[in-house]
């Protein structure tokens, strides 16, 4: 049974740091990727990274959002810099494997002062 724990948001102001991190089981991961959902909006890709470690920034995170992934530990994780208020959304994690797709349960980050 694959499984999914992402860990990390919290509430944080305007220009702050989080790390989020995203702890996957059950089966050996290709993909790995952060989706957000803010209210009313559709889910939106933030970032994926292959197993090789190539990785891909939507435009609205480039140069403040890093992902990076341990595949001995099944981590993946989200290093969030210069963070705005347009940030705040649910944050989830989504892994590929061989029988398809698996989603974490979310962590919400929310941007304020």
């Known amino acids: 049974q694959v499984q999914l724990v992402e860990s990390g948001g919290g509430l944080v102001q305007p220009g702050g740091s989080l790390r989020l991190s995203c702890a996957a089981s059950?089966?050996?991961?290709?993909?790995m990727g952060w989706y957000r959902q803010a209210p009313g909006k559709q889910r939106e890709l933030v970032a994926d990274?292959?197993?090789?470690?190539?990785?891909y920034y939507a435009d609205f995170v480039k140069g403040r959002f890093t992902i990076s992934r341990e595949n001995v530990k099944n981590m993946v994780y989200l290093q969030m810099n210069s963070l705005k208020p347009e940030d705040t959304a649910v944050y989830y994690c989504l892994a590929v494997h061989s029988r398809g797709r698996s989603w974490g349960q979310g962590t919400q980050v929310t941007v304020s002062s």
């Open positions: 990274i292959t197993r090789g470690g190539i990785a």
């Open positions: 059950g089966s050996i991961f290709s993909g």
